[in-house]
C-alpha cells in the first residue's frame, strides 16, 4: 500500500497488523513520537497527524492508513517548528519534554482548524495528552502563545535574545529545550546502534513463592533469541540497594520471590517482538506461598519473615523480623503537654499508595567495550580508560549505577561507565536500579549492545511507587490556641525491598509537626516490610502525609477552641530562632508567616476556604553528607563545559547551572556556548538526585568553581584559558542523625528548609475554584521554571488528594492500566496562582532554596480542609471522597 509521510511517499510491504507507532519507530526511524503507556491509549505521547486529526499512533494499524497523509513533528513547516520550539521554551511549556511532541501536534491540528483559539479550546484540545510535569497551565499558556506569534499579534523572538536573560531572577530557557520540544532530542529509548539486542525480563508471577525449577528450553529455540540468562550467570552480586543490599538482580532456583516484579530470567534476542515471544515459553515450577501483605500482621510473632536472610538489621538495631526501621522523635515532656492541653484532636489518616507515572517507562542501553570514539550524538565517549561497559542511564544517579553495577558484574569502577541521559520525569521513581542492570548484564555477557524497556505494565509492577501510611495523630492546645503537644504513631508500608523507605519514614517523623512550634512531642514511625510493590522516594518524600495529618488537626482543633483558622497557624507557626519538631534551631530563613500573609486576604475574602501549611527538608541531611562538585573546563573562547553529577529530569538542573555561572563570571551564554553535561567519565562523584538539593549544591559549587576563574578572568582572556579546568566542591557534613543527643552540641537534621502556604478555594456547587500557593523559594533563580515546578507540583497534590490510587490485594496490583491511575487531565485541573516569596536561606546559594517537592507537600489537606468548610464532613482518608464520611478508625 501506500501513504503519505513528512512529505514524502512510502510503498509500503510489511505487517498491516503493527501500530503505526511501532513503524515510525521501529522502521522508518522517526523517533519524535514517543512510547508512554505501550498501546494502551491514554498518555498521547505517540500523537501524530493522520490526514490533519491528531491520532494516537499506539492504537493505530498500518492497515489503516492506506492512502493516509502522516505528520509527525519532523513534517510539521520549519516555521511552525521553529513557533513552537519558541514558545514552549520561552512560556515554560516544556519540562521533562517526553509529552511534548504529542502536545505539540495536538496543538497544530488545533491551529490549522483554528487559528484564534481560546483557553478553553487549547484545554480541550490538548486533553488526551498527559503530562505529569507541568500542571498543564504552561502548556496552555505557550499554545495561545504561538497562535499569536502566527497571527502577527506577537513577535517572534530570536533564540539569542532569549538567551540574554541569564541572571538569577531571569527566566533564561530552559537547556538544551529547543530540540526536546520536537522529539529530537534523543532519550534512551529512542537510542540505537549497530547490532543493538533487545532484552525483555521474565517477572516472577507470584508475590511470595519458592521458585523449584526455571525451564527455558523451549524459549531458547525461539529464532531470534541468542540467550537467557539467570541468576547463576552473575558474574558479581546477585544483591544490590540504594542503602540494604536486599534487592536480587535475578531470583535464583531455590529462592523466594518477594514481590510481583522481582526478575527471574533475562531474554536477549535480536528484537523486542522476539524477546518478548519467548517469554512466555519460559516455565517455572513454584511452591506458592502466602503472602504477607498487612503491616500490622507483618509485625507480628508468627508472621513470616519476607526477608529472613538478609542483614537488614545492620541499618538499625530496631530493624529486626518484618520491621525495616524505626524512627523515634521525642522531644520535652508529653505528659505535661497533655495536662496543659485545653483542646485536643485525636484522629487517624490513612494516605494512599502511589504510581509516579512518570511518561517515560524505564529503559537503559549498555554498550561493551565501546570503541574508543563511541559517539551517539549525546556525548563524545571517548575510551581513554578502557572501558568494559558504557551504560546509558535515565535514573537519577549515574553514579549510584556506576557503583551497583560494577558490584553485579564484578568490575572495578574505574571499567564503568555511565553517561546520564536526561530522562523522561522522575518524582523518585528512578533512584533505584531497575532495568540499568539488566541491561549491563546481558550486554558483559553476550558482547554486544543490549536495550532493555519495561512496557507500562512492567513499569507499574516493578518500580517503588509512594508509602501507603496510618497515621495516628493526638494533637493538643491552650486556651489562647498555642500548640502544646504532638503524639503520633506513624506506620509505613515499604514493601519487598528497602529501597529508601527508612528514610522516607524518617522525614514523615521529622515532619510531623509540619512548620510549626510544638514544644512536646513523641513521634514514633515504622517502615515494614512486605510482599507488596517496594515503597521508596516520591515527591514530598513522607512530609506530605505527614502534613494530611497535622493540618487536619490543627482545622480540628481550631474548630473546637473556636479559634481562627489563618490566626491560629500564624500565631503558631516556626521563625527564626525558633525549635524544629527534630530539636534543630532555625537559624534563619524561615518563611512560614511570610507565606501566609501573602494569603491573608484572600483567605477573609472566600466563601469557602481550605488552608494549609507545609515544610520540606533541602538535602539528604540526617548525619548523611551532601555534596555538590562541579568541574568548569574552558573548551575555546566560545565554548565551556560545565560538568556535574545532577540527573536533569524536567526541573531544569543544568538551567540553574548556567544562571549561576552566568551569575558570578558574568559570562554571556548569548555569546558563549555553555554545555553541561553528566558523565562518570568526568569523576565528579555526588549522589543521587532526591531531597530538593541539586539546585542548592550545583549553586554552592559553581559559586566556589568561579572564584578562581574571575580571578584569572582579571588578567586573561577566555581565548588565554583554554585548557584550563576549574573544580570545587560544597560538602555540608554537619547534619546530625535522627535521636542525636550531645550536650553543647547542636542538633541540625538538614542545613536547609523551604515553606509553603497553600490556599484551595471553591465554587458554590463544592467544585474547586482556585488553589492559591503562597510559596518561599528563597531566592528566585529562575521565575518560569519557578512557577513550572511549583504548577506541576499542585498538580501531583490534587491528583493525591482527590483522584489518584494504585491500590493492592493480596500482594497484587488491582489494576496495572495506566488510565485507571487518577492522574487529572487537562479539562479537569482548576486554576492555580503562584505567589513567589523569597526569605534567603542563610545555606543556600544566594539565598535560594530547594522547589521541587514542597509544592505538593500542603495540597491534600488544603483540599480536604477546604471540602469541611463546605460540607462539614470530616475526612481521615486520601484519596477524599467528596460526598463521603471516612470512619476515624
Not at 158 to 173: A, D, N, V, Y
Not at 365 to 373: F, G, Q, R, V
Not at 516 to 540: H, L, S
Amino acid at each position: 500500500m501506500k501513504f503519505t509521510l513528512n512529505g514524502n511517499q512510502v510503498d509500503y510491504n510489511d505487517d498491516l497488523n503493527i501500530s503505526l507507532l511501532k513503524y515510525l519507530r521501529n522502521i522508518a526511524g522517526i523517533t519524535t513520537p514517543k512510547e508512554g503507556c505501550s498501546g494502551q491509549a491514554y498518555c498521547g505521547s505517540c500523537t501524530v497527524l493522520v490526514d490533519d486529526k491528531p491520532t494516537l499512533s499506539c492504537v493505530t494499524q498500518m492497515k489503516k492508513i492506506e492512502g493516509k497523509v502522516i505528520v509527525t513533528t519532523d513534517g510539521l513547516d520549519q516555521k511552525l517548528q521553529e513557533i513552537f520550539s519558541i514558545a514552549f521554551v520561552e512560556k515554560g511549556g516544556i519540562q521533562c519534554g517526553f509529552c511534548t511532541p504529542g502536545i505539540v501536534m495536538s496543538a497544530a491540528a488545533l491551529l490549522k482548524k483554528n487559528p484564534h483559539p481560546t483557553r478553553e479550546d487549547a484545554i480541550n484540545a490538548i486533553n488526551r495528552n498527559l503530562c505529569r510535569c507541568t500542571g498543564y497551565h504552561k502548556i496552555i499558556d505557550s499554545i495561545i502563545y504561538a497562535s499569536e506569534i502566527i497571527q502577527g499579534k506577537a513577535q517572534l523572538p530570536s533564540k539569542k535574545s532569549l538567551f540574554q536573560k541569564s541572571k538569577l531572577g531571569e527566566s533564561q530557557p530552559k537547556y538544551d529545550s529547543y530540540k526536546t520540544v520536537l522529539g529530537m532530542r534523543p532519550f534512551v529509548c529512542d537510542m540505537f546502534v549497530p547490532n543493538m539486542h533487545f532484552a525483555a525480563l521474565k517477572l516472577s508471577d507470584h508475590p511470595r513463592a519458592k521458585v523449584l525449577k526455571i525451564d527455558y528450553d523451549e524459549a531458547l529455540q525461539v529464532v531470534g533469541v541468542k540467550k537467557i540468562i539467570t541468576a547463576k550467570d552473575i558474574p558479581g552480586k546477585q544483591y544490590i540497594g540504594l542503602i540494604v543490599r536486599d534487592w536480587p538482580v535475578l531470583i535464583s532456583e531455590g529462592q523466594e520471590t518477594h514481590y510481583l516484579g522481582d526478575a527471574l530470567a533475562i531474554v536477549v534476542a535480536t528484537s523486542e517482538e522476539i524477546a518478548r515471544s519467548a517469554l512466555v515459553k519460559i516455565k517455572v515450577q513454584y511452591e506458592v506461598l502466602d503472602p504477607v501483605v498487612d503491616v500490622d500482621l507483618a509485625q507480628k510473632a508468627d508472621s513470616p519473615i519476607v526477608h529472613p536472610k538478609i542483614p537488614h538489621a545492620s541499618y538499625s538495631a530496631k530493624s529486626v523480623g518484618n520491621i525495616l526501621s524505626v524512627c523515634h522523635v521525642e522531644r520535652g515532656n508529653i505528659n505535661e503537654g497533655k495536662k496543659n492541653s485545653a483542646f485536643i484532636a485525636e484522629g487517624t489518616y490513612h494516605t494512599q499508595r502511589i504510581e509516579h507515572a512518570f511518561l517515560e517507562p524505564e529503559c537503559a542501553l549498555a554498550i561493551p567495550n565501546p570503541p574508543s570514539d563511541y559517539d551517539h550524538n549525546l556525548a563524545l565517549a571517548t575510551n581513554k580508560n578502557q572501558y568494559e561497559l558504557l551504560l546509558y542511564s535515565q535514573g537519577q544517579g549515574a553514579y549510584e549505577d556506576r557503583k551497583q553495577v560494577a558490584e553485579i558484574l564484578n568490575l572495578p569502577l574505574e571499567k564503568v561507565r555511565v553517561i546520564q541521559v536526561a530522562n523522561g520525569g522522575g518524582f523518585g521513581g528512578k533512584e533505584d536500579l531497575t532495568v540499568q542492570g539488566h541491561a549491563s548484564l546481558a550486554a558483559h555477557l553476550l558482547k554486544v549492545p543490549v536495550k532493555v524497556t519495561l512496557t507500562r505494565e512492567e513499569s507499574m509492577l516493578v518500580h517503588p511507587k509512594r508509602h501507603p501510611m496510618r497515621l495516628k495523630f493526638k494533637v493538643g492546645c491552650d486556651k489562647k490556641g498555642m500548640l502544646t503537644f504532638l503524639e503520633a504513631d506513624i506506620v509505613g508500608d515499604s514493601g519487598a525491598y528497602a529501597s529508601v523507605g527508612m528514610k522516607v519514614l524518617e522525614r514523615a517523623a521529622g515532619h510531623a509537626a509540619g512548620p510549626y512550634v510544638i514544644p512536646n512531642v513523641d513521634v514514633v514511625a515504622k517502615a515494614i516490610y512486605t510482599n507488596n510493590v517496594p515503597c521508596g522516594a516520591m515527591r514530598g518524600f513522607g512530609a506530605n502525609q505527614a502534613a494530611f495529618a497535622i493540618e487536619s488537626s490543627i482545622d480540628e482543633l481550631c474548630e473546637e477552641g473556636g479559634f481562627d483558622r489563618w490566626q491560629f497557624r500564624y500565631n503558631n507557626s516556626l521563625t527564626d530562632g525558633d525549635t524544629f519538631v527534630t530539636g534543630q534551631v532555625l537559624e534563619g530563613g524561615v518563611g512560614v508567616r511570610q507565606s501566609l500573609l501573602a494569603l491573608k486576604d484572600l483567605f477573609y475574602k472566600s466563601k469557602y476556604a481550605g488552608l494549609a501549611c507545609g515544610i520540606k527538608n533541602c538535602g539528604v541531611g540526617n548525619g548523611m553528607a551532601d555534596i555538590g562538585r562541579i568541574k568548569i573546563e574552558i573548551k575555546s573562547a566560545d565554548h565551556i563545559i560545565i560538568k556535574h553529577g545532577w540527573s536533569e529530569m524536567g526541573q531544569g538542573v543544568h538551567t540553574m547551572a548556567i544562571q549561576f555561572f552566568s551569575e558570578e563570571t558574568n559570562i554571556d551564554p548569548a555569546k558563549v556556548s555553555i554545555e553541561v553535561r553528566v558523565d562518570t567519565d568526568d569523576d565528579i562523584v555526588t549522589g543521587m538526585t532526591t531531597s530538593s538539593r541539586a539546585t542548592s549544591l550545583i549553586g554552592h559549587a559553581i559559586i566556589e568553581a568561579s572564584k578562581k576563574l574571575k580571578e584569572d578572568l582579571k588578567s586573561k582572556s577566555l581565548s588565554e584559558l583554554v585548557g584550563q579546568t576549574y573544580f570545587a566542591e560544597w560538602i555540608c557534613n554537619w547534619t546530625t542523625k535522627p535521636g542525636y543527643e550531645k550536650p553543647g552540641e547542636k542538633i541540625v537534621t538538614h542545613y536547609s528548609y523551604s515553606y509553603s502556604a497553600q490556599l484551595v478555594t471553591l465554587k458554590d456547587d463544592g467544585e474547586i475554584d482556585t488553589i492559591y500557593v503562597a510559596q518561599d523559594a528563597g531566592k528566585i533563580v529562575n521565575k518560569t521554571l519557578f512557577e513550572g515546578q511549583i504548577e506541576g507540583a499542585v498538580h501531583m497534590g490534587l491528583g493525591y488528594a482527590l483522584t489518584e490510587d494504585f491500590p493492592y490485594k493480596d500482594g497484587r496490583p488491582v489494576v496495572t492500566k495506566f488510565n485507571k491511575c487518577g492522574i487529572i487531565p487537562a479539562k479537569k485541573t482548576p486554576d492555580v496562582k503562584v505567589i513567589g516569596i523569597e526569605v534567603s536561606d542563610p545555606h543556600g546559594p544566594h539565598g535560594a532554596k530547594g522547589v521541587g517537592e514542597i509544592g505538593l507537600v500542603p495540597t491534600a489537606a488544603a483540599v480536604a480542609n477546604a471540602f469541611y468548610q463546605f460540607d462539614k464532613i470530616k475526612r481521615y482518608s486520601l484519596p477524599l471522597k467528596k460526598n463521603d464520611k471516612t470512619e476515624n478508625n
